[in-house]
């Protein structure tokens, strides 16, 4: 199944391999298949949220040809304003009582800030807002785990600088015996709102003949289509299946595995990652030469280094490209 987001295998946080050890209290529940009289049991685990990593630091200098190309209208500003949703850890959110917007997209969003000689601002708002934000004008760039599509690039234009796949989650022990993505057939699955995971639960007729349609492949292979439950935030659908009021959840791979990393007593993944695609960095279709400034800046952090430290920062390392790409949607 070719899936719109993301990815080959990510490089686990360092804090995995703890908070797959922690045991916790919870109702033992038989894996599928154990034997009821004497099989295996396993017992999931509650929520142990380890602290997030602190945001990488980095030195970086301003590219003159990156400054070059940027429009006056931005220039003459002084401070790029990037749109992102901050709850889809660790790629843009905020920890504890922290109103301060952290993560992978955050910290490439200051380095593209520094070598473009501006300051940056970053505006959190809700996902499904993201693209509107830079068609209106409110955002100058949005940078918020956005899968590039076809279909997205009809109303902005994408630097791409990272790629992803998609991975399922279940609570610990797996009660559903979920193992592929059929299996998802017939259930209850959450997926942040305005993501590419919860279209392909759309049961709407045009979405649900698109190729890449779960609705579609449970249709094809005989079965119900899966139930989908859109949430606001990713905090809200990991709630939700810890309190299991879902039976599994979707999001890409780097978020599946920091949220695997951080609670893994209570959460397992399952099943591969599926469909690689780039995520882009939203620029305006009237934007000029903005979207080749930030290439040129994205082009740098990655020949430097800069680029590498920050992706090794939240162990997504296995997401790396080495070359900064305009509109590469694959499908």
Same mark, same amino acid.
């Given at each position: 199944?070719?899936?719109?987001?993301?990815?080959?295998?990510?490089?686990?946080?360092?804090?995995?391999? /703890?908070?797959?050890?922690?045991?916790? $209290?919870?109702?033992?529940?038989?894996?599928?298949?154990?034997?009821?009289?004497?099989?295996?049991?396993?017992?999931?685990?509650?929520?142990?949220?380890?602290?997030?990593?602190?945001?990488? @630091?980095?030195?970086?200098?301003?590219?003159?040809?990156?400054?070059?190309?940027?429009?006056?209208?931005?220039?003459?500003?002084?401070?790029? /304003?990037?749109? +992102?949703?901050?709850?889809?850890?660790?790629?843009?959110?905020?920890?504890?009582?922290?109103?301060?917007?952290?993560?992978?997209?955050?910290?490439?969003?200051?380095?593209?800030?520094?070598?473009?000689?501006?300051?940056?601002?970053?505006?959190?708002?809700?996902?499904?807002?993201?693209?509107?934000?830079?068609?209106?004008?409110?955002?100058?760039?949005?940078?918020?785990?956005?899968?590039?599509?076809?279909?997205?690039?009809?109303?902005?234009?994408? %630097?791409?600088?990272?790629? @992803?796949?998609?991975?399922?989650?279940?609570?610990?022990?797996?009660?559903?015996?979920?193992?592929?993505?059929?299996?998802? $057939?017939?259930?209850?699955?959450?997926?942040?709102?305005?993501? +590419?995971?919860?279209?392909?639960?759309? &049961?709407?007729?045009?979405?649900?003949?698109?190729?890449?349609?779960?609705?579609?492949?449970?249709?094809?292979?005989?079965?119900?289509?899966?139930?989908?439950?859109?949430?606001?935030?990713? +905090?809200?659908?990991?709630?939700?299946?810890?309190?299991?009021? !879902?039976?599994?959840?979707? @999001?890409? +791979?780097?978020? %599946?595995?920091?949220?695997?990393?951080?609670?893994?007593? #209570?959460?397992?993944?399952?099943?591969?990652?599926?469909?690689?695609?780039?995520?882009?960095?939203?620029?305006?279709?009237?934007?000029? &030469?903005?979207?080749? @400034?930030?290439?040129?800046?994205?082009? *740098?952090?990655?020949?430097?280094?800069?680029?590498?430290? !920050?992706?090794?920062?939240?162990?997504?390392?296995?997401?790396?490209?080495?070359?900064?790409?305009?509109?590469? #949607? *694959?499908?």
């Amino acid at each position: 199944m070719t899936w719109f987001r993301p990815k080959a295998m990510l490089a686990l946080p360092a804090v995995a391999a /703890t908070a797959l050890l922690v045991a916790g $209290c919870g109702a033992t529940t038989e894996r599928p298949g154990s034997n009821a009289s004497g099989g295996s049991n396993c017992t999931p685990g509650a929520v142990t949220e380890a602290a997030p990593p602190k945001p990488a @630091a980095v030195t970086v200098n301003a590219n003159s040809a990156a400054v070059a190309k940027l429009p006056d209208s931005i220039k003459s500003k002084g401070t790029l /304003t990037i749109a +992102t949703d901050p709850s889809y850890p660790p790629n843009e959110f905020t920890a504890g009582n922290s109103s301060e917007i952290i993560g992978m997209d955050a910290d490439l969003a200051n380095a593209i800030g520094k070598a473009l000689g501006m300051k940056v601002q970053l505006l959190g708002i809700s996902f499904d807002g993201i693209l509107s934000s830079v068609q209106s004008g409110r955002a100058d760039l949005a940078m918020s785990s956005l899968t590039d599509t076809k279909d997205r690039e009809q109303t902005v234009d994408f %630097v791409n600088y990272f790629k @992803a796949g998609s991975s399922i989650m279940v609570r610990k022990c797996n009660p559903k015996g979920v193992k592929t993505d059929l299996d998802l $057939c017939g259930k209850n699955v959450g997926a942040e709102q305005g993501t +590419t995971q919860l279209d392909w639960m759309d &049961t709407d007729p045009k979405k649900a003949e698109d190729p890449s349609s779960l609705v579609k492949r449970c249709k094809d292979a005989g079965k119900q289509p899966p139930s989908g439950k859109g949430f606001p935030k990713q +905090t809200d659908v990991n709630a939700a299946l810890q309190a299991d009021r !879902i039976d599994a959840y979707l @999001a890409d +791979t780097p978020v %599946v595995d920091f949220a695997l990393a951080q609670n893994g007593a #209570a959460f397992e993944k399952v099943g591969g990652d599926e469909g690689v695609a780039p995520y882009g960095i939203a620029v305006p279709k009237n934007g000029g &030469t903005l979207k080749e @400034a930030v290439q040129a800046a994205v082009q *740098q952090l990655i020949t430097d280094g800069t680029y590498g430290k !920050i992706l090794g920062n939240w162990g997504i390392s296995g997401g790396a490209v080495t070359t900064a790409t305009i509109n590469g #949607a *694959q499908s």
